[in-house]
């Protein structure tokens, strides 16, 4: 708090950005909703409703949709999507990167909160609509995530980068993954593991990524360079997982909504979606979903 005083009284409002999302996104997991709406409050009064504000806005809603407050996300949700609308009067969506972000957070925890409370399809009709509507913008693979949320499991698989590989009759973990990911990387001797133990079942896995535009460091690169980069990445901290399909593809990413990674996807022999899960899994949960899948399969 006192820091807080010292700025106001300084007046240096660029020093507040950069500690507002993450206090409020504390409160706000901490269902403090009061006091994180103390600190909007005093950077509104301060700078206004400015791009960062926003974003920290809308860690009110999810953090009230971990805290399983659904009519309260729904509600906090709704006031951080007006004030994007607000906003996108002004400016187009991806001309700086926390207005995609906070207007993203507005759609994810309007629909889970939807579903979570007995309206999957309302949930899903809100969706499609947004992806209508901002479908050419940055936030396309979020909304996707979330659809695929609601709708993936128990249905066709979508293709993998469908020019050089196609399911074949094989269990398949479907691991999307990226060069700059450690989640990603933990994520490797356990898929190992388990491509071990149900290998007599034929368990394969495949590995797409996509290009970001930088490599080590977050340096600018050269398709090129980057695709050395993401090879480099491979012998380094992938080999376990030796032979593996890699594809380099972003409309797979699109199509897996994959702006989470790792994303993981689990798929029978007959090529239906049997788990869709955004983020890193443990051995154990992953291992209960293959002995699930496996003998059906």
Partial sequence: MLKRFVLALLGTALALPAALIPEVRALANKADFPAAQRLLAEFKAASGETPEYLEAMSWLGRGALANKQFDQAATFAAQTRDKCLAELKKRPMDSEPRLPIAFGASQEVMAQALAATGKRSEAVSFLNQEIKTYGTTSILTRMRKNLNLLTMEGRPAPPVAAKTWAYLGKPTIVFLWA???????????????????????????????????????????????????????????????????????????????????????????????????????????????????????
């Fill in 179 to 297: 060069h700059w990911c450690g989640d990603c990387k933990a994520q490797a001797p356990i898929l190992a593991k388990l491509r071990d133990e149900f290998s007599a079942k034929g368990l394969t896995i495949v590995a797409p990524t996509k290009l970001y535009g930088y490599a080590a460091r977050g340096e600018d690169a050269t398709p090129e360079q980057e695709k050395a980069h993401i090879q480099k990445v491979l012998d380094d901290s992938y080999g376990m997982l030796k032979p593996m399909p890699v594809m380099i593809d972003a409309d797979t990413f699109a199509h897996y909504g994959s702006s989470t990674t790792p994303t993981l996807v689990l798929v029978d022999r007959k090529g239906v979606v049997r788990l869709y899960h955004p983020g890193k899994m443990t051995y154990e949960e992953l291992s209960a979903k293959l002995k699930e899948m496996l003998p059906a399969s």
